[in-house]
């Protein structure tokens, strides 16, 4: 088991590995792993800094949010297999491969390097 999931919910960041991504920034990242926050996630907020790492998840909606997000869909070895812009107030299709969802204010995601095929790595805040 990854020691991010072990440690639960907290703060961390990630970089992106692989696709030819080149000195990845690190990126600040929340981490959701208690059945309470994932169902929050970014509900309520005005903005993120950095990203939201859902886990586990397979699906993630946008009703009642307040920004457009952009949602990269992880398998178990935090591979990106697809990611997506979904506006406020809709409602993203259960994918079984997923076991992870990356979220961010839309737009971020591509300015970070993350696309299909590279991989998410995550690193605890010491």
Known sequence: MREWMREGTGSASF?????????????????????R????GLLGRDGV??????????????VGMRFAVDVAYLDRRMRV??????RPGRVGLPR???RHVLEAEAGALGRWGVRPGVTIVVMRRA
């Open 37 to 40: 926050e994932r169902q929050r």
């Open 81 to 86: 297999r697809a990611v997506r812009t979904m």
């Open 15 to 35: 970089v992106v590995r692989g696709g030819g991504a080149v000195d990845s920034v690190r990126v600040p990242l929340e981490i959701a792993t208690s059945r």
């Open 96 to 98: 079984p491969w997923v």
């Open 49 to 62: 800094e950095g990203a939201l790492l859902l886990s586990p998840a397979g699906a993630v909606h946008t």
